[in-house]
């Protein structure tokens, strides 16, 4: 059964739970300690992140083409509002994205990279 790709991250080991919060304080780390096991797992980034930048690109692009073409006398300080809702919205979305993995299972060693399992 394949996990849905935009989920919060668990324990490699223990499969314990992280709260948003736990995991925005995680993302700049590269090694975690889980409080329940104690075993000590990394941080990455989950392949679903460059699509989920992507797709906030294009939609974002799509609205001020048509608040441009549809509102012809739209000021661009709207359209700039539209651009940081969609800024606000992937930096949102980013704990969503990230997992935590065991050290061995981990192909690359620089901080919070992609990884291919």
């Known amino acids: 059964m394949k996990k849905f ?26 090694d975690i300690i889980c409080p329940k096991c104690n075993q000590n797992f990394k941080v990455a980034l ?22 441009g073409l549809f509102l012809p006398g739209m000021n ?13 919205a992937g930096v949102t979305m980013l704990p969503l994205v990230i997992r935590y993995i065991k050290p061995e299972n981990m192909k690359y060693s620089t901080r919070t990279t992609r990884f291919k399992r």
Do not use: D, H, R, W
Not at 48 to 60: E, G, Q
């Open 46 to 67: 989950e392949t679903t992140f460059s699509i989920l930048i992507a797709c906030i690109v294009v939609i974002v692009m799509v609205i001020n083409v048509c608040l």
């Open 5 to 30: 790709p935009l989920a919060l991250p668990v324990c490699p080991y223990c499969t314990q739970k992280f709260g948003y919060k736990e995991v925005m304080k995680s993302k700049g780390k590269e």
């Open 76 to 88: 661009v300080f709207y359209m700039m509002g539209v651009m940081a809702v969609g800024i606000i």
